[in-house]
């Protein structure tokens, strides 16, 4: 059963975009110089900011949106409910979108924002999670939640057993 569509007010929707502009030239991006914020908006109502963090291993690289998610899981968030993104031109990728649909309380909404400074222009696009990552994989399949109380429960890793 598809997730129903969620949305936000204009003006929750504009502070979720403020916080991702406020962070963006945080970002540590010295190779290529492409700076990116992000913010998500936590099921508390909390909105959580992150930035793109690069390393000269591509493979080390975070980018925005999921340190925004990681930074959101610090702080006990385990659902987001929006998701504002502030770069010169492009929307979150697929990593990016993975890791938003594991935490996405339904289809929920992503603004694009395409920040030009040097122009001085902008341009907001609004999409879904689902239209960026549809047929995707989510843990609907898997009871986490049976399984996180029974780790809390029993805190011990399992055991190897001798060969």
């Known amino acids: 059963m598809p997730r129903k569509s969620a949305d936000i007010s204009p003006a929750l929707r504009n502070k979720l975009i403020a916080a991702a502009k406020r962070v963006r030239f945080n970002a540590f991006a010295p190779y290529s110089r492409y700076y990116v914020g992000s913010a998500v908006l936590g099921g508390s109502g909390r909105i959580h900011a992150g930035v793109n963090v690069e390393s000269p291993s591509l493979i080390s690289h975070v980018c925005a949106e999921r340190n ?3 930074s959101a899981i610090t702080q006990g968030e385990r659902e987001i409910l929006a998701v504002a993104t502030v770069c ?12 938003i649909r594991e935490f996405a309380r339904g289809d929920i909404p992503i603004f694009a924002v395409y920040h030009d400074v040097e122009r001085g222009t902008e341009r907001m696009v609004r999409t879904t999670i689902g239209r960026l990552l549809p047929e995707s994989h ?3 399949k898997f009871d986490w939640k049976k399984r996180t109380q029974q780790d809390a429960a029993d805190p011990k890793p399992p055991r190897r057993r001798a060969k």
């Open 68 to 70: 925004a998610i990681f």
């Open 88 to 99: 010169t031109s492009s929307v979150s990728c697929g990593s990016c979108r993975q890791m």
């Open 138 to 140: 989510t843990g609907d």
